[in-house]
């Protein structure tokens, strides 16, 4: 017996409610978190598709420098190629710029070899995703069953075309952990010692990273002193096989939004980047159209659109200018110490802080603070550097942030006794020598993350 199942299709009303952000204020947002550079770019933009917004050279040639303004522009001098910044913890001079060759990228270096390897349409495709998924040491981050997934291929296809990009140059690029990473680079390497290299990585390599080579030499029956020279193989090995594909960080330009000076009363002032940003007004021409009688009504609403757009634009420049300034001028004042004594002074911070203090929300600040820049005595730092959580969790006045413990730790590390390094219980009893109380886990949680190695593999 068959059943028909009878659809029928009926149109009625829902009503509901959500929140739904106007034009002019998801424009004051998506401006509000563009830093200055991008900015300039936005504006170009705005220009280019509103007639009705031009540049106003007038302003700029009326208005006269401020001792500010001339400090800005003795301090950035060459700003159309951007700013370099320092490094604020080694105080280094800036170095004398320099050409850099356009050296292909890896990407395109993998996906060349790719080409010549590959030619069957969907194991190319997969190819190209697993290369566009490559993080920036080389590693792969999607599972080989994710990529199946996502193609809806066989694993066996996705193992295969992994393998083949894993043959390419530079060797070790795209595996899934460090001791893959590492074999494949030592399969191709080590004539006669491939095999125990291999074995150490494979099976040891928890015991190498802790110098436990007598442990090593009992698994693999060697003497310890063929574990050191296994091991001295091993570390010719590449673990971050990207590495010389990557950018040179050190040389790209950052052009800060904020900048803090000292004035001749030896003051802390802020100054908003904001000189080297054009003036922007309607065109009068169009607003004297508004007034002809024979103008048709869509001209006239053409016209009123056009001019509702260029002033919002102009305005949420204006609101971001404001809020930038009321962070920064509340960052000077909270944080005067480490202005005045570095790094090592810095407070504890939250957007909630700032927030209620400048009378915004606190998803406003995050925005504002976004990949913007200050420019310091002490280098350029981004905004979020002065944000840090209390060591203690709490609120208190004499609350330590959690970033100075890592800039003392750091200092502390750098000046060590290399024959004799410091071990975490010392540096506990170091800062609690400083009234400072840190448990021995934390100093081994910020070591971490500052990458830094425990002190029986740092003694040399």
């Given amino acids: 017996m068959v059943y028909f199942l009878h659809m029928k299709i009926q149109a009625f009303q829902k009503q509901t409610q959500k929140t739904s952000l106007a034009p002019a204020m998801r424009q004051s947002i ?41 400090y800005l522009l003795e301090r950035f001098k060459g700003m159309s190629q951007g700013y370099k910044p320092r490094s604020f913890d080694t105080g280094e001079e800036e170095r004398e710029e320099k050409t850099i060759a356009n050296v292909k990228s890896l990407t395109d270096y993998l996906l060349q070899q790719l080409r010549l390897e590959i030619n069957n349409p969907s194991d190319l495709q997969i190819g190209e995703f697993i290369i ?62 491939g095999a125990l290299v291999m074995k150490i990585i494979r099976e040891n390599l928890d015991a190498l990273s802790k110098k436990r080579y007598n442990e090593i030499a009992r698994n693999c029956q060697v003497s310890e002193d063929r ?58 021409t169009y607003q004297r159209l508004l007034e002809k009688p024979n103008l048709s009504r869509e001209e006239m609403d053409y016209i009123k659109e056009k001019i509702k757009n260029a002033v919002a634009f102009i305005k949420g420049i204006e609101q971001r200018h404001e809020t930038i300034r009321k962070i920064s001028e509340y960052i000077l004042e909270y944080q005067r110490e480490f202005f005045e004594h570095g790094p090592t002074a810095i407070k504890p911070l939250t957007l909630k802080d700032v927030a209620q203090h400048i009378d915004r929300n606190e998803s406003t600040v995050c925005r504002a603070i976004n990949h913007k820049y ?17 060591l203690s969790g709490n609120d208190n006045e004499n ?14 590390i750098d000046g060590e006794d290399k024959t004799r390094p410091l071990s975490d ?36």
Avoid: W
Wanted: aromatic share 8%; hydrophobic share 35%; with cysteine.
């Fill in 30 to 70: 998506e401006i509000l978190l563009l830093p200055c550079a991008e900015l300039e770019l936005a504006i170009e933009q705005q220009i280019q598709d509103n007639p009705l917004l031009e540049y106003d050279e007038e302003q700029k040639k009326e208005e006269p420098l401020t001792p500010a303004e001339k």
């Fill in 132 to 193: 566009g998924d490559l993080n920036e040491d080389g590693y792969l981050k999607s599972s080989c069953p994710d990529i199946a997934a996502i193609f809806r291929a066989p694993l066996k296809q996705v193992e295969r075309v992994l393998q083949t990009i894993q043959d390419f140059e530079p060797s070790g690029i795209a595996a899934r952990d460090l001791k893959e990473c590492l074999l494949n680079q030592a399969k191709y390497r080590f004539n006669g010692s």
């Fill in 227 to 284: 574990v050191k020279e296994l091991v001295q193989m091993i570390a010719s090995l590449e673990p971050k096989p990207a590495r010389n594909h990557q950018p040179v960080k050190g040389n790209i330009y950052v052009t800060p939004d904020i900048t803090v000076y000292l004035d001749n009363e030896k003051n802390y002032q802020i100054r908003i980047n904001q000189d080297f940003l054009p003036a922007l007004r309607i065109n009068k």
């Fill in 374 to 390: 200050m420019d310091t005595p002490h280098g350029l730092l981004p905004l979020k550097y002065f944000f840090s959580q209390a």
């Fill in 399 to 412: 609350a330590i942030s959690n970033r100075r413990i890592k800039e003392e730790l750091q200092t502390l």
């Fill in 425 to 460: 219980q010392q540096i506990v009893e170091y800062f609690k020598g400083k009234g400072i109380p840190v448990a021995r886990r934390t100093i081994a949680k910020y070591r971490k993350l500052l990458r830094i190695l425990p002190s029986n593999l740092r003694k040399e």
